[in-house]
Structure formats: structure tokens, C-alpha cells
């Protein structure tokens, strides 16, 4: 049985606070998909929680049921890092030359990054600005500091502000990449981040959106860490009890798609024209619905079971996976696969080589060792990267391999 200490029921709406909340969606007791272990042994008794889906009848946001103690998530064997995808990579570039044409930044401002991970953003605005991360993984967190990208491994909470002001004052932008869905506490860390802004300073963060998740069948995203599943308008009804005016809201593909939202401490609350315009758009779409909620599992249990019967079809030949992604523990579980169906899978990150999916048998090994090709289909779990690992798979000349791409809609590459 598990301890009380290890998860947390959510009764409430976590961003309006109603009691008026209901299920839609429920995939069981499912593994935490950060916790790789080194040993056989350790991975089958990792612990599971439940995976499950409430929406606010009020304000339409989405969330968990049941929370999991982030020290449990975050401080042991959590190993996602920034820094491995090439388009990742890009995105932050992007982001940069977007986000000073957006605030007119000067160089010497200050920049804030919470959520940091290894650096990867930060490390874009290192030569002009001063640079400050924070992040509770430890191993990203040290990777950061060996890059001299200073970083506080910490939650941002009351101490971290205290300490994070007394180095560096306060910020001309905070930022924060697909984290803040993460977070236990919403208004408190929100609240911590406005603190942190001088006035006319800005808050800028990417979540992942909600209505592309449902658009696109993006179910796989669903996992322990990400406890909220952001839509435009209840974010934004919270940001303003808050006191941010809201100067931008946009979408981009990063992550399978992301909401990207600019606000700023203003001495005088106001929302852009441009915002109330999205949010306009985002209200015709129609897309969370009461309707469509309920019908989402029936198309989730179709894309499994087509996946399954082309796995099947892949019987007679060996299987191996490409990409050990959080979302891949979701896959392991509705599909079924142990050490019987999938010989291994491999990775580009180093932190999740030679380790052990949680609950499961199945490996982690290096990418290079799909060049002894001794097998017949790729099933990718990272669809998210899929045109850098089918470009990898093309210079590594791997020839009669099928490779499946599970989402958005089922594709099938020859080798």
C-alpha cells in the first residue's frame, strides 16, 4: 500500500479552485516514467500511482486526480534532458531571437529560467545578459553548473527566492519552458515569480496545450509530472487574479505542441488585443466539450489496438524501440510489450543508458547498437523528434527495417 506522503488526492480545481470537477479519462495505476533503475530487480518493484483525467465544470481546466510528492519525481532518478533533441535545441535559438524582439531586452538585463534543466535555454542568452537557473533535478542541474550556467538545484519556493534575490536582484524576464504544469503549488509559485520581476519586467513560459493534446490524439502526454493540462482562457483568468497583464499569447510545435503565453508586471492590469483575440478563436473552436471528453478514450483504445495489430504482423521478427521519453511507460503499459515482445530500446541520453524501464524488463542501451541490426521494426516512442531520429536512422544505413511512428496518425518507414 502506498504511503499517504506519496501522493496527494486533487479535489479542487487547481486553478479556480471549484469543487466542481469530474472524470473523463482513467488509465489505471501506471509507473512513474522518469524512474529508470539500474538493476532488474529495482525497476520491477518501483512503485505505480494512478493516471487519471478531472475537468473543471467551471473553468474548463484539466488536471490530475491524484498528485505525486515530487521528491519522489524529481530528486532521485529523474533524467530528462534538454539539451539531447536537435530541434529542442533550435526551438530555444528561436525562442531567443523571438522573445528580445517581443521585449526589447537590453544587454546586462537579467534573466531568470525556472524549471532550467541542463541549460539548454539559458546558455542561448549567456554571452549578453545575466543568467540565473533553478531547477529541482539534480542531474541537469549539475550539468548546467559544469556549462558555468549558474544554476540553484532547488523548487522555487520561498528560501530559493530569498537567496535568488540577495545574488542577483530582481529580473528584467523570468522564463520557463514546459515546467509550470509541473508545479505542486500554483498560486504560491506564481506568486513567488511576481515577486521576482522588477515592474515592467516579463514572464514568459511555454506549457503544453490542451487542445492540441485533444486535436491531435496526443495522449501519451498524460504522465505524473505534467498535473496540469493547460487550455488559453483559465490560465489566463488566473494569471490575472494575479495581477500579470497578458501582452501575448501564441502556439508552436515544440513538444508535440505548446501554448506560449508573455505577460508583464504592469503598474496598470490590461490584456492585449491580440490576446483577447486568441482567446476569441480558442472559444469558437468548440474543441473541450463535454461531447468530445467523453469520446476521447474510445479513440485512444482504436490508435492501441491498431498498433497492436501491426505489432502483431511484426511477429516473426525481432522488435526494438527508439526514444525512452517519459510518455514511453504509457506505451509499454497499453500495448503490452515485456522482454518477450521488445528486445531493447535505445536512447540518446546517457543519464537513461544501461538502465531499466520502471516495472519492466526492457533495457535502455546506446543508439549505436542498432547497427548490429538484428531486427526488424523500430517502434519510435519519441514521435515527437521524428524527423531528427528518422534522419539519424538514414545516416545510420539500416536496411530491411520497418519503423512505426505511433502519433499523431500511425506512419510506417522502409529502411
Keep these: 500500500m502506498l504511503k499517504n506522503l506519496d501522493q496527494k488526492i486533487i479535489k479542487n480545481c487547481r486553478l479556480c479552485n471549484s469543487k466542481k470537477t469530474f472524470n473523463f479519462l482513467d488509465f489505471g495505476i501506471v509507473p512513474i516514467g522518469n524512474n529508470y533503475n539500474k538493476t532488474k530487480n529495482a525497476s520491477l518493484k518501483s512503485k505505480k500511482f494512478p493516471l487519471s483525467l478531472n475537468l473543471c465544470k467551471d473553468c474548463l481546466h484539466c488536471q490530475l486526480t491524484v498528485s505525486v510528492n515530487p521528491k519522489i519525481l524529481y530528486k532521485t532518478n529523474y533524467t530528462y534532458l534538454s539539451g539531447t533533441a536537435s530541434s529542442f535545441i533550435n526551438h530555444f535559438k528561436h525562442y531567443k531571437i523571438w522573445i528580445l524582439k517581443k521585449t526589447k531586452l537590453k544587454p546586462g538585463s537579467s534573466i531568470l529560467d525556472v524549471g532550467s534543466n541542463d541549460g539548454s535555454c539559458l546558455i542561448n542568452f549567456k554571452k549578453e ?46 522564463t520557463s519552458h514546459n515546467v509550470l504544469a509541473h508545479i505542486e503549488d500554483n498560486i504560491t509559485t506564481f506568486n513567488h515569480i511576481y515577486d521576482l520581476l522588477k515592474l515592467e519586467g516579463y514572464f514568459c513560459f511555454e506549457v503544453g496545450y490542451f487542445l492540441d493534446v485533444l486535436k491531435n490524439n496526443y495522449f501519451d502526454t498524460i504522465y505524473h509530472e505534467h498535473i496540469d493540462y493547460h487550455s488559453a482562457k483559465p490560465l489566463i483568468n488566473f494569471l490575472m487574479k494575479i495581477n500579470f497583464s497578458i501582452i501575448n499569447i501564441s502556439t508552436n510545435k515544440s513538444q508535440g505542441g505548446s501554448l ?13 488585443k491580440q490576446s483577447k ?93 542498432l547497427l548490429k541490426n538484428n531486427f526488424g521494426l523500430i517502434i519510435v516512442f519519441a514521435w515527437n523528434f521524428e524527423d531528427d531520429i528518422i534522419k539519424n536512422l538514414k545516416k545510420m544505413r539500416l536496411k530491411n527495417i520497418s519503423v512505426i511512428i505511433p502519433l499523431p496518425k500511425i506512419k510506417i518507414y522502409k529502411l
Design 129 to 174: 545578459f545575466n543568467i540565473c537557473g533553478i531547477d529541482p533535478a539534480k542531474k541537469p542541474s549539475d550539468i548546467a553548473n559544469q556549462k558555468n550556467i549558474y544554476t540553484i538545484n532547488d523548487y522555487l519556493n520561498h528560501n530559493s527566492k530569498k537567496k535568488i534575490l540577495s545574488k542577483f536582484g530582481k529580473f528584467d524576464l523570468i
Design 260 to 272: 506560449r503565453i508573455l505577460c508583464k508586471k504592469s503598474k496598470n492590469k490590461y490584456i492585449s
Design 277 to 369: 483575440n486568441f482567446l476569441i478563436k480558442e472559444n469558437k473552436s468548440q474543441l473541450i466539450t463535454f461531447k468530445n471528453l467523453n469520446k476521447w478514450s474510445n479513440r485512444i483504445n482504436l490508435q492501441v489496438s491498431k498498433l497492436n495489430k501491426i505489432i502483431q504482423s511484426y511477429r516473426n521478427k525481432s522488435i526494438v524501440g527508439y526514444g525512452a521519453p517519459t510518455k514511453s511507460s504509457l506505451w509499454i503499459k497499453l500495448l503490452k510489450l515485456n522482454r518477450k515482445k521488445i528486445q531493447y530500446v535505445v536512447d540518446d541520453n546517457a543519464l537513461k543508458v544501461n538502465k531499466y524501464f520502471p516495472n519492466s524488463e526492457i533495457k535502455i542501451l546506446p543508439t549505436n547498437n
